[in-house]
């Protein structure tokens, strides 16, 4: 086992968006903190190029799920714990983006976002908290949420109202899961360098790249310093943190 600052010894740890970027580099954090890492996400082949990428490959286990079949979702639950016993921890990373302007939006569209990245999200969280899934002596459920979800940028007012929900709804769910020991937090990243944001039309031309480089101090994230904030999240390390939002922007935010 590489050595990590945060111990996850045993523990079991969901991760979405395992197939890619952030989420990937959070798997393969927790699988090297000894986690036993649940990876979810739509993509089989992908989620199998992280495995590869794993420490103890033979410990975690790949579910292929699109996280707005929300019954299926329900039922993979029930299914990890009967095999795999209960959950300790969860990271809910899986999520989609775009830059539109506003007269551009659609009904159809803030329903497409709004399902993804936060009813899936929170509907996932409400199964694998249940009493007879979760860790008895408690756990931690991070959100990856966005610097957008609490700043403002052009053409994103679609992915901001999705992120600032999640900020929002973590509030509740902490005070709501306390009792538990529960603890639901968020993680907002500026820019990380990743699939979902080299596809971002400020990613076209180098003009536009630099400007978005320019908004971070300390440059554009790496998925490793995203990752990084959710394992000390899940770790016992952060017991009194609970219901708030760990900006890991590289400097974005102070500006
Ligand atoms: N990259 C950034 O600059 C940045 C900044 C702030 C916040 N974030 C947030 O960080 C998270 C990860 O971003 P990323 O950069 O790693 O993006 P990415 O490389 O595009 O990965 C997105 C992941 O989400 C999964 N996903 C999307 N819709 C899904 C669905 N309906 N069901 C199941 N899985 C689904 C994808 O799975 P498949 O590929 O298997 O479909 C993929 O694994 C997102 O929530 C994003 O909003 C990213």
Redesign the pocket.
């Known amino acids: 086992m590489t050595k990590t600052a945060f111990s996850l010894n045993g523990k079991l740890i969901m991760v ?9 580099q959070c798997a393969v954090t927790c699988s090297r903190a000894g986690a036993r890492v649940v990876l ?4 089989q082949a ?2 199998k190029d992280t495995l590869n990428k794993m420490e103890d490959q033979d410990k975690h286990v790949i579910y292929s ?4 079949q929300y019954d299926r979702v329900a039922e993979i639950i029930k299914d990890l714990v009967a095999h795999k016993g209960r959950i300790y921890g969860l990271i809910n ?5 775009t830059t539109l302007p506003l007269n551009a939006i659609s009904p159809q569209k803030m329903e497409e976002f709004f399902r ?2 936060v009813i ?1 999200a929170i509907n996932l969280t409400k199964h694998a908290v249940k009493s007879a899934h979760f860790s008895e002596t408690g756990g931690s459920v991070v959100f ?5 979800g609490v700043a403002g940028e052009n053409g994103k007012t679609l ?1 901001s109202m999705t ?1 600032g929900a999640l900020i929002a709804a973590v509030r509740s769910m902490a005070v709501e899961l306390a009792p538990r020991k529960v603890r639901v937090n968020t993680v ?5 360098e ?4 080299r596809s971002a039309v400020y990613s076209k031309d180098e003009e536009s790249l630099n400007r978005i480089r320019s908004l971070h101090p300390l440059g554009l ?1 790496k ?1 490793e310093d ?1 990752a990084n904030a959710c394992l000390f999240l899940l770790s016992d390390e952060a017991r009194w943190i609970t219901g708030t939002n760990l900006v890991v922007d590289g400097g974005y935010l102070a500006r």
């Open positions: 979405t968006g395992a197939s890619s970027g952030i989420g990937r979810l996400g739509r993509d992908r989620l799920v699109d996280l707005i990373c899986a999520g989609i983006s993804t990245n899936g990856i949420s966005s610097v957008m992915y992120k907002s990243p500026g820019v990380v990743s699939p979902m944001s994230g998925p995203v």
